[in-house]
């Protein structure tokens, strides 16, 4: 499966972002999704994984009542709407597809495709 990550940007602290991730190639519904993010001279980092159906989601305790991920399978896309965004958020955003999810939702080496990224900067 090929991943597309859009719609990071500027925005300042307190503001909203919507992110989306459209995939293509193989059914995207076989696929557990995830969000990483990367800040300059810092490790990849687990931010939200959602499950095939969309019915189980998992978050990062730092992001955890400011985003929510979300998918669309009709429109292979899965999202994730960034709310109160703090200037700590500052990172490229990438997209992730696990084709044989074992559990470990936050492990990034489980995740089998990448997207490219998008870039997230947060003024304060």
């Known amino acids: 499966v090929q991943l597309q990550a859009s719609g990071g940007g500027l925005v300042q602290a307190g503001g909203s972002l919507r992110l989306s991730c459209a995939a293509s190639?193989?059914?995207?519904?076989?696929?557990?999704m995830g969000w990483f993010r990367q800040a300059p001279g810092k490790e990849r980092e687990f931010v939200a994984a959602?499950?095939?159906?969309?019915?189980?989601?998992y978050y990062a305790d730092s992001v955890k009542g400011r985003f929510t991920i979300s998918r669309d399978n009709a429109k292979n896309t899965v999202y994730l709407q960034m709310n109160s965004l703090k200037p700590g958020d500052t990172a490229v955003y990438y997209c992730a597809a696990d084709r044989s999810y074992s559990g470990n939702y936050y492990y990034r080496y489980d995740y089998d495709f990448w997207g490219r990224g998008t870039l997230v900067t947060v003024s304060s």
């Open positions: 959602i499950n095939w159906s969309g019915g189980a989601t």
């Open positions: 190639g193989r059914p995207f519904s076989n696929y557990f």
